[in-house]
């Protein structure tokens, strides 16, 4: 299982952290496909998507009204497709590489009892309704979690930017990237001792600088609609109802 060396607490507990003063109302959480899977290694393990779902139940008891978005790397990553696949089609088995992580998502968040909907940027009636934007804000209204499979439905487009767009959409009051490390660098931390995290950074110093927390069409979006990104490490325990609770957590992007 994938958690902070530093978190000894057992994993299997979803009670409401106490005290913590919600912050966000409503949220959009950005998940990235390999977080469902062991470190590694490919397509989704149980005990991984167990420990993402009890940190969920968390902020969900909260309060907060989530959407979630999921990538599709644990499964299929178009960048590595070689020279027999071309890149449109590529793109479409990632997207359904997303609808099988919310597939799997669902159903862990429903063994916890939490209300749950898939909505898919490409139409698959037998498995997901469609995405309609009403529809998404009703269920979260109703304080049904919504996941949001199938990217932006369109080619050349990142589910980081589906993320943003949804997130946009469903006037979510920020954006929650949970990713491998705990916030922003001034460089890959992995390749660079030296490399510093940043608590906070402007829109635009992330793009200029490069910093690799989203793509620039991502980041592009979200600064226009000024919507701000929380960046935080996933496997630490509470770290997500921390997020949502306005808790200092990760590196906040804002304008």
């Not at 009051?173 to 490399?195: E, I, S």
Request: charged letters at 25%; proline letters at 2%.
């Amino acid at each position: 299982m994938k958690s902070s060396s530093s978190d000894s607490a057992s994993q299997t507990s979803a009670a409401p952290l106490k005290g913590a003063q919600t912050r966000y109302s409503r949220v959009l959480l950005k998940l990235s496909g390999e977080s469902l899977c062991k470190e590694g290694e490919h397509g989704i393990d149980s005990s991984e998507l167990s420990w993402i779902a009890q940190e969920i139940k968390k902020a969900y008891d909260e309060g907060v009204q989530m959407g979630i978005v999921v990538g599709g790397g644990n499964i299929w990553r178009g960048a590595n497709r070689g020279e027999a696949i071309g890149r449109v089609t590529a793109d479409y088995m990632g997207m359904l590489a997303t609808v099988m992580n919310a597939m799997a998502l669902q159903d862990a968040l429903e063994d916890l009892h939490i209300p749950t909907r898939v909505q898919t940027a490409i139409e698959i009636s037998k498995l997901a309704e469609p995405y309609i934007r009403r529809r998404a804000i009703r269920h979260l209204e109703k304080n049904r979690v919504v996941i949001f499979a199938g990217g932006t439905g369109n080619p050349y487009f990142t589910t980081d930017t589906a993320a943003a767009l949804r997130a946009v959409e469903i006037e979510a009051q920020a954006l929650l990237k949970a990713t491998q490390v705990d916030g922003v660098y001034t460089d890959d931390p992995k390749k660079n001792k030296n490399a510093k995290r940043l608590d906070e950074v402007r829109f635009m110093d992330s793009i200029r600088d490069r910093l690799k927390v989203m793509d620039a069409t991502a980041l592009t979006l979200c600064m226009e609609n000024q919507m701000p990104v929380l960046v935080f490490d996933l496997h630490v325990k509470g770290n997500i109802a921390l997020a949502v609770g306005g808790k200092k957590v990760g590196t906040l992007i804002k304008e």
